[in-house]
């Protein structure tokens, strides 16, 4: 009985007699997809634009344009799609018209130990992935959907880092990195003074300070989702896999200390070559990059060291 009901909502075949219901159909699902996503899209590129912890979100979103491709050229071409694809869609229309100009309807406050926190019911990430499940279903059926289930599943962190979680762990973090820079000049026996987030050496002329930016999360955050990628492509298991992001995101911590300790070196130096000092920022980019560069390329080669186990399906 269910599979003649499921069969009775397939979407016609889009090619041949009829198939211009379907184009219409599609061309009405798109512009309506524009006029209810419009603000919760603007706001997102806004983030990719300007927030750098959230930038590498555009990755993620073209990451699962492509791995969808992907799929979709390796699947069975022969699958016709279900009209039950349409309800997904309408349901992700219909919050995202409810949630447009950032409505307080979908936003809940939890406020404990000296912090407010707010939280979107609606993200923009939960509507999309609703939005484009909708659309395998409506084309593919269920079948393409669950084949699509991984890069789908990245359309939900379009937004890498819920700010909550950035606000609670960005001043642990910060303090935890100056404590490591301190630690390691005292190694050193070089002189310092300031508070906790700012390392004056020798005098207040050089100087470091651990800004945000210094805590870790944006290179943990990218090395995180890049090993998730990876271990999808090499068909980790799922402990594998685990145990593969969670490798990925604690060797990014490593290297950020590595790196602060590397310029605690330069400035050393730079106390001995007064004319580094003014080389210190593209110092600071260039440690950074290559530390990043050499722990991508290790994550990256990790699964191929460990051999490629067999796909759970």
């Not at 906790?196 to 989702?225: D, K, T, W």
Request: glycine share 12%.
């Amino acid at each position: 009985m269910i599979a003649q009901a499921a069969k009775g909502f397939s979407a016609p075949n889009y090619r041949g007699k009829g198939g211009w219901r379907r184009g219409v159909i599609v061309a009405l699902i798109a512009i309506a997809g524009a006029t209810c996503f419009g603000d919760g899209l603007v706001l997102l590129w806004r983030s990719w634009r300007f927030d750098g912890l959230r930038s590498f979100g555009i990755l993620l979103f073209a990451a699962a344009g492509w791995l969808s491709w992907r799929a979709l050229n390796e699947q069975n071409r022969t699958r016709t799609g279900s009209w039950w694809g349409l309800m997904p869609i309408a349901l992700a229309l219909w919050a995202g018209d409810l949630t447009s100009g950032r409505l307080p309807i979908s936003y809940i406050s939890i406020s404990g130990i000296g912090l407010v926190v707010q939280f979107n019911l609606l993200p923009i990430g939960l509507l999309l992935w609703m939005y484009a499940s909708g659309l395998a279903i409506y084309f593919g059926g269920f079948g393409t959907w669950r084949q699509l289930l991984f890069p789908l599943g990245l359309l939900l962190f379009v937004n890498p880092m819920p700010r909550f979680f950035e606000h609670l762990a960005d001043l642990p973090l910060q303090s935890f990195a100056a404590r490591a820079a301190r630690e390691f000049a005292s190694i050193l026996r070089v002189p310092i003074s300031g508070n906790g987030l700012r390392l004056s050496f020798f005098h207040q002329e050089l100087g470091m300070f651990i800004a945000p930016a210094c805590n870790g999360l944006r290179s943990a955050v990218a090395m995180g989702y890049l090993a998730l990628i990876i271990g999808h492509l090499n068909g980790l298991t799922l402990w594998t896999h685990a145990f593969y992001v969670s490798s990925a995101v604690m060797l990014a911590y490593v290297l950020n200390v590595l790196r602060l300790c590397l310029l605690v070196m330069f400035y050393c130096l730079a106390h001995r070559i007064p004319s580094l000092g003014i080389h210190a920022v593209g110092a600071d980019y260039l440690i950074g990059g290559t530390l990043f560069a050499l722990g991508a390329g290790l994550v990256a080669g990790a699964p191929k060291v460990w051999g490629r186990p067999a796909h759970d399906g």
